[in-house]
């Protein structure tokens, strides 16, 4: 898929990337480098393969799903400056 010019000024215009005029012959370039990878891709035969989310078959250390910091609320208010009602109080921010 070769691109030009104005193939890549839309590009840039959507992705939001100001691209100078002198630019666009060489990124167009580019663009069809990376296309043409991208084609190879799809050569390539994927079938019997399962979809992975890591290339490493390890799965993540889980822990008990258990409450282990619970009542401590005056632990937890000692580090507040003006703590009122077992709360921590904010400077108020709407008027």
């Known amino acids: ?3 030009d010019r104005e193939t890549v000024q839309r590009i840039a215009y959507l992705a939001r990337i100001r691209v100078n005029d002198d630019r666009l012959d060489q990124i167009a370039g580019e663009l069809d480098g990376i296309l043409g990878w ?3 891709l799809s050569e390539v035969d994927t079938d019997g393969v399962a979809p992975m989310t890591s290339v490493a078959d ?5 822990r008990a799903d258990a409450i282990t910091d619970g009542d401590c609320r005056d632990k937890v208010l000692a ?4 703590p009122m009602e077992g709360f921590f109080t904010v400077p ?3 008027e």
């Open 58 to 62: 390890v799965l993540a250390p889980m």
């Open 1 to 3: 898929m070769a691109l």
């Open 79 to 82: 580090n507040a400056t003006e």
């Open 92 to 94: 108020k921010v709407v």
């Open 38 to 40: 991208v084609e190879q």
